[in-house]
Structure formats: C-alpha cells, structure tokens
C-alpha cells in the first residue's frame, strides 16, 4: 500500500554519478596535463629556434656585417653579398627570410628586396634591443609569402658587433612546421600514456564504487526500514501507522470509503515477563505478530505501537458491524494458547475499535477513541468494543486533573481519612479503614470517586495505592506506639491485585515501619477476583503467608459465591452497604444480610458490616451475630488527629444488647 510518509530518499545512482564525475574530472586533468606538456614541447621547440636565431647573430653576423649595414638600407654591391652570406649560411634548415633593422626600426636589408626601407615592426626592433629578443607566430602570407596556411616563428635579437651595445636587430624567420612536428613527436606518445593511465584507472575504480554504491543503498534501505518498523516483530511501528491512518483519512474523504483503528494489548502479558523474562516476552510478541498479520487481509495494516499494545488499520470497513468483526478476527487469531520454552501460554487481548472518518477525521482523534474503547473493553471484560461517546472520560477538564494527579502523587500530597470499625456485640473500637482524600488547590477535598478510576485509566494507581499503603501503615505503627492497637484496613484496586510485586512491596511497607502483618488489613471487591482468579489466588496466597488478614470488600454486589470465596485465603467478608441500608424495610435484603452472616461463620469467615446509619441496625446486626460495624453512626471518615479513639465513643446510643 502506498503512503505519504517522507520516508527518506533512496541513495542517488553514485556509479552513474561518478562515471560521469570521474570522466570530467579526469578529463580536465588530462586536458590541463596535455596543455602543459603541449605548451613545454612548444616552447622547448621556441628556445632551440631563438638559440638558433641567437647562435647567427653571435657568429656569423658578427663576423660578416658592417655597423654601416644598420644605418641605411642596403643597395647595389653591399646588397648582393649579403644575400649570397644569407642564402649560403643562414637561409638553410627551414629557415625562410631574414631582415635587419635599424635602431629606429626601419628595414635596412631583406632577402625580399621589396621590404628595404620599410619600417613595418619598429615596436618589435624597439622590444628586441630593451628585452635581448622577441618572438611570435605569424603568417607569412601577409608579407607576400606562399599562402595563408604557411606559418613561421619570428625571431627578433639584438646584434652587437665588437661592443657591447646594440647597433640593430636581425629577425630570422623560421618556419613553423618543423616546430609543431617537433611538438607533436613529444607530445602524442604522453598524451598517449597519460591515456591509457587514466583509463585503466578508471577502469579500476568503477567496479569499486559500485561495490560501495550497491553497499550504500542497502544500507539506506535498511535505515529506512528501520525507521518506520518495529524492530522485534518487522511490523509498521507507531510512526508508520500513523502515517497510514492520515491516508485512510484522507482517502475516505475522496472516495466515501469507511476504515476502521484497532487498538489492543495483552493481557496478562506483564505475568510473563516477570516471570518467564524478557525473553520469553519477546518470543511471545513475535508470534502475536505473526498471527494478526495471518488474520488481516492483505490491505489492512497490522503495527506494533511499543510493549505489549498493537494496532490495525481495517480498509473497507461499512460500519460498527463491520468493525467489530474484524476486532473479533483479532481475538479469535490469539484464542489458541501460544508455546514458549515448551509452555502453553495463554494470551488473551483487549480490543478498542473507531470507526473512521465518523468516529474522528484526524488521526490523533481516531486514535484516543480507539485506545478508550480498549480500557472500555478491559473493565467490562467484554473483549471487544466500539468507541461511543459515553465513553469519552478524557474531556480537556480530566486531562487536567490527570496532570495535577501526577504531580499531587508525585508530592506526596494526598491523605488519609479515617472510619472506625468497632465490635458489634460490646462497641469495643476494633480498628479502623483508610480512605483516601484529595485536597485539590482549586476543587477542595475529592473523594477517591472523584480520582481513583482516572488513577486506574492512566496508570498511576500503582504509585497512589503505595502512597496510601505507606501512609496508613505508618499511622497505625503510631498508634501501636501510644498503646491503642488498632487493625488498619486499606483498599486494594484491581489493577493492584493483578501486580506480581505487590506481596513484597507490602512486606517492605510493613518491615520499614515495624508493623506487624496482622494489624494490616486488605480488601479486595468480588470483581476484582474474578477479572482474573488463578493469578489473584497466587497473590493472595503470598499475602496471606505472610500474615496480613484479607477482606472480601462489597460482598453481594458482585458475581462470586461463598462455595467459591471458600478456596481464597479470605479472612473477612463485608456486606455491601446497600443491603445493611435497606435491610430494616426491606424484608429481601434483611434475610440475604441474615443469611451472609451464618454462611460466613460456618466458614470460618469474620463478618463486618458496612453502611451501619442508625442505632436500629447496630442492634439487628449485632443480634444476628456480625462481627464488626462500620458507618456514620459510628462517624465519619476524618483526619488520624481528629478521629475520638477511646473505647467507649463507639458504643451505640441504641438500648443494650
């Protein structure tokens, strides 16, 4: 499937690139080599002429002319033996014309008569006495030579005749085909060199680079693919999802085609990290992985966000229908237990569906639906669910009291109030139950209503129960220390039960302020059993052995029996409130209050009692046997400083027992 995602460039063809490179850049160099050997050979060739030209002057000039030759142009006798010394000792090995020049630059003598007397090159003369000598290419044509074609090297040097000071110059002109010949003979067989050199150097390199180029692109590819897929699973990371979740938008709005965002994780997965190790874990995910992708079409997208969580980007999706059952293929592709190490594991997930575009026209929004859901489907235990708008708990205003949650836990700022429980039948004061409070700056005290399921949702329950855990337990050693042994019971959240390391971090809790595990009391609700009843029984246990007493909280409200309670480590059951409300006009909740109790003694349960309101129901539960009260009556929950902890404050203003 095609993306937007500017994923990044493929590597440029770099042998092409450096074949066309390489030939210019070795082509300059072999024409700058070629210049300057060219150029050398020349001038080499222009130095042995103007040694010739030189060699003359010195000699036979010297030896032959009359100052009187460079005053006036030449005629009659003078004129004819110096063509005859010319034509015999100068005018021989290409040599083709020769002249001389007076100071002033006129011509006094030629072997082309027609030139005496001219003064044609006076700059050249002038040039030739100030620098020694002058040279210069040029045709001959233009001084009546044989064709346009015929080029000749003048010579300009200066002649000195028994002095030291110039009397004149002699030009010599040479011509030029020699000289170039000459050129070329040197020339060609290095040019010739050099070409075969940068060739089979060239030849060398290209196969190199493409070596290098084809290594390059692999790895490119390879960083890219790296970039937008999850590493242990080869499937599209969050990035790459994301990026195709923005098509599918964008897609839908051209072409009116419906899709649909899964979000899941595993459940139960932390279990076998902890206890099998990351290893295991990381074979786990990989066949997870295997299997979404088996279970999906080809045109879906299946991603690993990180962790345990996956998504999948459903195409063609005409509805709700549609999407749930695409979420249940996902279910039904991890139904079957996954072997690890020669284990059978159970892995089980949680899936939150949007449907897209009505359910989000971006993908930031698609996607927070999605993940709701998810929770959504993790506290109904419903497997599957698509995203409805009472679900959207994370309106800006939660968001916000989210953050401020954090930093209020982080600072240690939440409190605990306590509510006593005394003895039935003698009002003794038995102990007391701590219940969390939020002093929120702007919203005053919040009840653990009001935060507690957004602790859940978020992930911060873990850190908040330690917090109160710490708290209560070290309040109740205080107590102990002041001589009132008083029980402290504290909640425990589902989440909480479900966590391999909450045994010892209360055994810690408990070390760190020398408490004796039995005056710490934890009560779990029903449901929160039952989300998961073979790894609760294992936590349980562990608690129990180590000597804290445990309390089914709520009892009644909830879907477990007391055939089933009786296999758990259980010490206490507490009858939800709402029956104890309701039990002094409602003859139904009277006998299921009457009978909880007989069936708890029988097993060996204690009995407390919650939402105990009015004298009236002290003294009915207290007939009927139950252990322990609990409620306004008895008074509110309030700050350690505040709660009345003489024995006698709890006795009911009801008649005697």
Same mark, same amino acid.
């Given at each position: 499937?095609?993306?937007?995602?500017?994923?990044?460039?493929?590597?440029?063809?770099?042998?092409?690139?450096?074949?066309?490179?390489?030939?210019?850049?070795?082509?300059?160099?072999?024409?700058?080599?070629?210049?300057?050997?060219?150029?050398?050979?020349?001038?080499?060739?222009?130095?042995?002429?103007?040694?010739?030209?030189?060699?003359?002057?010195?000699?036979?000039?010297?030896?032959?002319?009359?100052?009187?030759?460079?005053?006036?142009?030449?005629?009659?006798?003078?004129?004819?033996?110096?063509?005859?010394?010319?034509?015999?000792?100068?005018?021989?090995?290409?040599?083709?014309?020769?002249?001389?020049?007076?100071?002033?630059?006129?011509?006094?003598?030629?072997?082309?008569?027609?030139?005496?007397?001219?003064?044609?090159?006076?700059?050249?003369?002038?040039?030739?006495?100030?620098?020694?000598?002058?040279?210069?290419?040029?045709?001959?044509?233009?001084?009546?030579?044989?064709?346009?074609?015929?080029?000749?090297?003048?010579?300009?040097?200066?002649?000195?005749?028994?002095?030291?000071?110039?009397?004149?110059?002699?030009?010599?002109?040479?011509?030029?085909?020699?000289? =170039? /010949?000459?050129?070329?003979? *040197?020339? &060609?067989?290095?040019?010739?060199?050099? +070409?075969?050199? @940068? %060739?089979?150097?060239? #030849?060398?390199?290209?196969?190199?680079?493409?070596?290098?180029?084809?290594?390059?692109?692999?790895?490119?590819?390879?960083?890219?693919?790296?970039?937008?897929?999850?590493?242990?699973?080869?499937?599209?990371?969050?990035?790459?999802?994301?990026?195709?979740?923005?098509?599918?938008?964008?897609?839908?709005?051209?072409?009116?085609?419906?899709?649909?965002?899964?979000?899941?994780?595993?459940?139960?997965?932390?279990?076998?990290?902890?206890?099998?190790?990351?290893?295991?874990?990381?074979?786990?995910?990989?066949?997870?992985?295997?299997?979404?992708?088996?279970?999906?079409?080809?045109?879906?997208?299946?991603?690993?966000?990180?962790?345990?969580?996956?998504?999948?980007?459903?195409?063609?999706?005409?509805?709700?229908?549609?999407?749930?059952? =695409? /979420?249940?293929?996902?279910? *039904?592709? &991890?139904?079957?237990?996954?072997?690890? +190490?020669?284990? @059978? %594991?159970?892995?089980? #997930?949680?899936?939150?569906?949007?449907?897209?575009?009505?359910?989000?026209?971006?993908?930031?929004?698609?996607?927070?639906?999605?993940?709701?859901?998810?929770?959504?489907?993790?506290?109904?235990?419903?497997?599957?669910?698509?995203?409805?708008?009472?679900?959207?708990?994370?309106?800006?205003?939660?968001?916000?009291?989210?953050?401020?949650?954090?930093?209020?836990?982080?600072?240690?700022?939440?409190?605990?109030?306590?509510?006593?429980?005394?003895?039935?039948?003698?009002?003794?004061?038995?102990?007391?139950?701590?219940?969390?409070?939020?002093?929120?700056?702007?919203?005053?005290?919040?009840?653990?209503?009001?935060?507690?399921?957004?602790?859940?949702?978020?992930?911060?329950?873990?850190?908040?129960?330690?917090?109160?855990?710490?708290? =209560?337990?070290?309040?109740?050693? *205080?107590?102990?220390?002041?001589?009132?042994?008083? +029980?402290?019971?504290?909640?425990?959240?589902?989440?909480?039960?479900?966590?391999?390391?909450?045994?010892?971090?209360?055994?810690?809790?408990?070390?760190?302020?020398?408490?004796?595990?039995?005056?710490?009391?934890?009560?779990?609700?029903?449901?929160?059993?039952?989300?998961?009843?073979?790894?609760?029984?294992?936590?349980?246990?562990?608690?129990?052995?180590?000597?804290?007493?445990?309390?089914?909280?709520?009892?009644?409200?909830?879907?477990?029996?007391?055939?089933?309670?009786?296999?758990?480590?259980?010490?206490?059951?507490?009858?939800?409130?709402?029956?104890?409300?309701?039990?002094?006009?409602?003859?139904?909740?009277?006998?299921?209050?009457?009978?909880?109790?007989?069936?708890?003694?029988?097993?060996?349960?204690?009995?407390?009692?919650?939402?105990?309101?009015?004298?009236?129901?002290?003294?009915?539960?207290?007939?009927?046997?139950?252990?322990?009260?609990?409620?306004?009556?008895?008074?509110?929950?309030?700050?350690?400083?505040?709660?009345?902890?003489?024995?006698?404050?709890?006795?009911?203003?009801?008649?005697?027992?």
């Amino acid at each position: 499937m095609r993306h937007g995602f500017s994923a990044p460039a493929r590597p440029p063809r770099l042998a092409l690139r450096f074949a066309v490179y390489a030939a210019l850049t070795l082509a300059f160099a072999a024409a700058g080599f070629l210049w300057y050997a060219h150029r050398y050979a020349t001038t080499e060739a222009e130095r042995a002429v103007r040694f010739h030209a030189t060699f003359v002057a010195n000699t036979i000039l010297r030896r032959a002319l009359q100052p009187s030759d460079f005053q006036q142009p030449l005629a009659g006798s003078r004129l004819r033996t110096l063509d005859t010394l010319f034509r015999d000792e100068v005018l021989v090995g290409g040599a083709v014309r020769v002249k001389l020049y007076a100071a002033d630059g006129r011509i006094t003598y030629s072997n082309v008569h027609d030139l005496i007397g001219n003064n044609p090159a006076a700059s050249d003369a002038e040039d030739a006495l100030a620098r020694g000598h002058v040279q210069d290419v040029t045709d001959l044509n233009h001084e009546g030579g044989p064709g346009p074609d015929f080029k000749v090297l003048e010579t300009y040097v200066p002649v000195t005749l028994g002095g030291t000071t110039p009397v004149g110059v002699f030009e010599l002109y040479q011509d030029y085909r020699p000289v =170039a /010949a000459a050129t070329s003979t *040197a020339f &060609l067989p290095i040019a010739g060199g050099l +070409a075969v050199a @940068l %060739l089979a150097l060239y #030849a060398a390199l290209f196969p190199i680079l493409r070596r290098v180029t084809r290594r390059l692109r692999d790895h490119v590819e390879e960083i890219e693919h790296q970039a937008l897929h999850d590493h242990l699973t080869g499937l599209p990371n969050r990035v790459l999802f994301r990026d195709r979740v923005e098509q599918a938008v964008l897609l839908a709005g051209r072409e009116r085609r419906g899709f649909a965002v899964l979000l899941l994780d595993l459940d139960r997965f932390k279990e076998i990290n902890d206890t099998l190790g990351h290893e295991s874990g990381d074979r786990v995910l990989e066949q997870v992985a295997a299997r979404l992708r088996a279970a999906m079409r080809e045109s879906d997208t299946v991603a690993r966000l990180g962790g345990d969580e996956f998504a999948v980007l459903a195409h063609h999706v005409a509805g709700p229908e549609e999407a749930l059952a =695409a /979420a249940e293929r996902v279910r *039904a592709a &991890l139904a079957e237990p996954v072997t690890v +190490a020669e284990i @059978l %594991l159970d892995v089980d #997930a949680s899936v939150g569906v949007a449907v897209g575009p009505e359910q989000g026209g971006d993908v930031e929004t698609l996607i927070r639906h999605a993940d709701i859901a998810m929770y959504v489907a993790k506290e109904l235990r419903t497997g599957a669910e698509i995203f409805s708008p009472d679900h959207d708990h994370f309106s800006p205003e939660r968001l916000q009291l989210v953050a401020e949650l954090r930093r209020a836990i982080a600072a240690e700022e939440l409190v605990c109030h306590y509510q006593p429980q005394a003895a039935a039948r003698s009002g003794e004061l038995r102990g007391v139950e701590a219940l969390v409070r939020w002093p929120h700056p702007s919203h005053g005290l919040l009840g653990p209503d009001q935060f507690i399921p957004l602790a859940e949702r978020t992930g911060l329950i873990r850190a908040l129960t330690r917090q109160v855990l710490r708290q =209560a337990i070290k309040q109740c050693r *205080a107590w102990h220390e002041q001589g009132i042994e008083l +029980a402290v019971s504290v909640n425990i959240t589902g989440r909480d039960l479900l966590d391999l390391k909450l045994p010892d971090e209360v055994a810690e809790l408990l070390s760190e302020a020398g408490l004796a595990p039995s005056f710490l009391e934890l009560e779990i609700t029903e449901n929160t059993i039952l989300a998961d009843p073979v790894r609760a029984r294992t936590i349980l246990t562990r608690l129990s052995d180590l000597g804290v007493r445990l309390a089914i909280d709520d009892f009644g409200s909830g879907n477990s029996s007391l055939a089933y309670l009786k296999r758990l480590p259980v010490d206490v059951l507490k009858i939800d409130k709402a029956f104890v409300l309701n039990m002094q006009s409602d003859q139904d909740d009277a006998v299921i209050v009457s009978s909880t109790i007989a069936l708890s003694h029988n097993l060996g349960l204690a009995v407390v009692a919650e939402g105990v309101e009015t004298g009236a129901a002290w003294e009915t539960l207290a007939r009927l046997g139950c252990d322990v009260v609990q409620g306004y009556y008895l008074g509110r929950p309030v700050p350690a400083e505040l709660l009345e902890l003489k024995p006698e404050a709890a006795v009911p203003r009801a008649a005697s027992f």
